[in-house]
T-cell receptor, first 114, second 110 residues
Framework: DTGVSQDPRHKITKRGQNVTFRCDPI?????LYWYRQTLGQGPEFLTY????????KSRLLSDRFSAERPKGSFSTLEIQRTEQGDSAMYLC????????????FGPGTRLTVT | KQEVTQIPAALSVPEGENLVLNCSFT??????LQWFRQDPGKGLTSLLL?????REQTSGRLNASLDKSSGRSTLYIAASQPGDSATYLC?????????FGSGTKLNVKP
C-alpha cells in the first residue's frame, strides 16, 4: 500500500492557461474523489468516480473543469482557461466501497493562477 | 444541502490537557463519519472512521463518538502533546459524498 499520490505538488500558471493534475489512488480502491480546498475552509466536493464511471459532479465544477478516470485506475483533472479564482489546493482521495467508504487523501496539488 | 459546523474554530491549550472538539450536521442522516488531521500545506490524514452501525471509535489517545439522532460528533483528545498541533476536520458521508466542516485549528503549547 503506497498511498494516494498526486502530481504535480505545486503548479503556478498564468490566467487563461490550461492545467492538468494527476491522481494515483490506492491500487485496489474502486472510488476516487476530487476536492478543492481554499485557505481556512474544509475540502469541497468536486466529483467522484466508481471505477471508470464518473457518477456525480458538483455545481462547483464549471464547464472549464473536466475529470477522467480511464480504465478505473489513475485520474486526471483538467482546468481550461484558468482564472485567479481557481487558485486553491486540489485534493484527491480514494476509498473502497466495501470497507465503509473510509477515504485516504493524497498530498494535494497547490495551484496558483497569476 | 448538508452543512457542517465545527466548534471551536481555534483552540490553544497547554500540553497535557484533555480536550473536546465538536462537529454538527444540519442533516442527521449521516451514513458514517470520519475525523481527519491536516498539517499546514498538507493533505488530510485519517484519524478515525465511525461506520453506520457504530457509535464510537478509539485509537490511542483519540476517541470519537457519533450521535446520529442529533447529528453531532465529538473528538476527544487525551493528554494533548505539542505534536497534536494541527487542524482537525470532521466529514459526514451521505448520498455518495463527504461533507466537511471548516475545521478546528489546535495549538498545544509546550
Amino acid at each position: 500500500d503506497t498511498g494516494v499520490s498526486q502530481d504535480p505538488r505545486h503548479k503556478i500558471t498564468k490566467r487563461g492557461q490550461n492545467v492538468t493534475f494527476r491522481c494515483d489512488p490506492i491500487s485496489e480502491h474502486n472510488r476516487l474523489y476530487w476536492y478543492r480546498q481554499t485557505l481556512g475552509q474544509g475540502p469541497e466536493f468536486l466529483t467522484y468516480f466508481q471505477n471508470e464511471a464518473q457518477l456525480e459532479k458538483s455545481r462547483l465544477l464549471s464547464d472549464r473543469f473536466s475529470a477522467e478516470r480511464p480504465k478505473g485506475s489513475f485520474s486526471t483533472l483538467e482546468i481550461q482557461r484558468t482564472e485567479q479564482g481557481d487558485s486553491a489546493m486540489y485534493l484527491c482521495a480514494s476509498s473502497l466501497s466495501e470497507s465503509g467508504y473510509e477515504q485516504y487523501f493524497g498530498p494535494g496539488t497547490r495551484l496558483t493562477v497569476t | 444541502k448538508q452543512e457542517v459546523t465545527q466548534i471551536p474554530a481555534a483552540l490553544s491549550v497547554p500540553e497535557g490537557e484533555n480536550l473536546v472538539l465538536n462537529c454538527s450536521f444540519t442533516d442527521s442522516a449521516i451514513y458514517n463519519l470520519q475525523w481527519f488531521r491536516q498539517d499546514p500545506g498538507k493533505g488530510l490524514t485519517s484519524l478515525l472512521l465511525i461506520q453506520s452501525s457504530q457509535r464510537e471509535q478509539t485509537s490511542g489517545r483519540l476517541n470519537a463518538s457519533l450521535d446520529k439522532s442529533s447529528g453531532r460528533s465529538t473528538l476527544y483528545i487525551a493528554a494533548s502533546q505539542p505534536g497534536d498541533s494541527a487542524t482537525y476536520l470532521c466529514a459526514g458521508y451521505n448520498f455518495n459524498k463527504f461533507y466537511f466542516g471548516s475545521g478546528t485549528k489546535l495549538n498545544v503549547k509546550p
